[in-house]
């Protein structure tokens, strides 16, 4: 299997190589947000604006996308001055997550979740989709296709996806060993998390999932 320069795309995948691929250059992010203000890329809800960190000691998926949209947001972004943020959005049919910690600081306020901490029983999602900024890790792809049209992307089963001539990857299953990211939104049809643990720290930031 190769790739869109005709060069071979190998399993395994430096995940901090492909996020820079995946940068979404200024032009590209403008054309996002006229698409999304014709019509053209349908946005299901408005976000916060505010990132939360998740982290992970194994992420696998059956049915992964991969690609890029405008989220909208009630309020300006300091940093864009904008009414919106631009973000990689991944998709999975379902996810296995195996020692889940996710983290959101609001002012000095740290809530922070953990769940799937019992190795025989995950935390399990199904028709996730997250909307990120930033991920790491070490990421193993199954038949993978790098740089596929964003609008014809189909493994997870999601109706939608980014704009026609986007750049986009799929692959039928996913793995992820030591998952780091900060995402803007997560949504997913069902999302069980087993053995959860909600818990708030006041004045605390090493509470957060990991510093950075």
Same mark, same amino acid.
């Given at each position: 299997?190769?790739d869109a320069q005709g060069d071979p795309a190998y399993g395994r995948t430096n995940w901090r190589r492909f996020a820079v691929a995946?940068?979404?250059?200024?032009?590209?992010?403008?054309?996002?947000?006229?698409?999304?203000?014709?019509?053209?890329?349908?946005?299901?809800?408005?976000?916060?604006?505010?990132?939360?960190?998740?982290?992970?000691?194994?992420?696998?998926?059956?049915?992964?996308?991969?690609?890029?949209?405008?989220?909208?947001?009630?309020?300006? %972004?300091?940093?864009?001055?904008?009414?919106?943020?631009?973000?990689?959005?991944?998709?999975?049919? !379902? #996810?296995?997550?195996? *020692? /889940?910690?996710?983290?959101?600081?609001?002012?000095?306020?740290?809530?922070?979740?953990?769940?799937?901490?019992?190795?025989?029983k995950p935390a399990e999602a199904e028709d996730l989709l997250i909307g990120m900024s930033e991920l790491s890790g070490d990421a193993?792809?199954s038949d993978i296709n790098i740089g596929q049209d964003a609008s014809t992307l189909d493994a997870d089963g999601g109706e939608e996806?980014?704009?026609?001539?986007?750049?986009?990857? %799929?692959?039928?299953?996913?793995?992820?060993?030591?998952?780091?990211?900060?995402?803007?939104?997560? !949504? #997913?049809?069902?999302? *069980? /998390?087993?053995?959860?643990?909600?818990?708030?720290?006041?004045?605390?930031?090493?509470?957060?999932?990991?510093?950075?």
């Amino acid at each position: 299997m190769k790739d869109a320069q005709g060069d071979p795309a190998y399993g395994r995948t430096n995940w901090r190589r492909f996020a820079v691929a995946l940068g979404v250059p200024t032009v590209v992010a403008g054309g996002l947000v006229v698409a999304l203000a014709t019509g053209a890329l349908a946005a299901s809800f408005s976000v916060s604006g505010t990132q939360f960190k998740l982290t992970a000691d194994r992420l696998v998926g059956e049915g992964f996308t991969q690609y890029s949209k405008t989220l909208p947001t009630e309020k300006v %972004q300091p940093s864009t001055g904008q009414k919106y943020v631009v973000a990689a959005m991944s998709g999975i049919g !379902s #996810a296995d997550i195996y *020692k /889940l910690c996710q983290s959101v600081a609001a002012g000095p306020v740290i809530l922070r979740i953990e769940a799937g901490t019992d190795p025989n029983k995950p935390a399990e999602a199904e028709d996730l989709l997250i909307g990120m900024s930033e991920l790491s890790g070490d990421a193993t792809f199954s038949d993978i296709n790098i740089g596929q049209d964003a609008s014809t992307l189909d493994a997870d089963g999601g109706e939608e996806h980014g704009e026609i001539g986007g750049f986009g990857q %799929q692959a039928d299953k996913v793995t992820i060993v030591g998952l780091k990211q900060k995402a803007y939104m997560t !949504s #997913a049809s069902t999302f *069980k /998390l087993t053995g959860m643990s909600l818990k708030l720290y006041i004045g605390d930031s090493s509470k957060e999932c990991y510093q950075g």
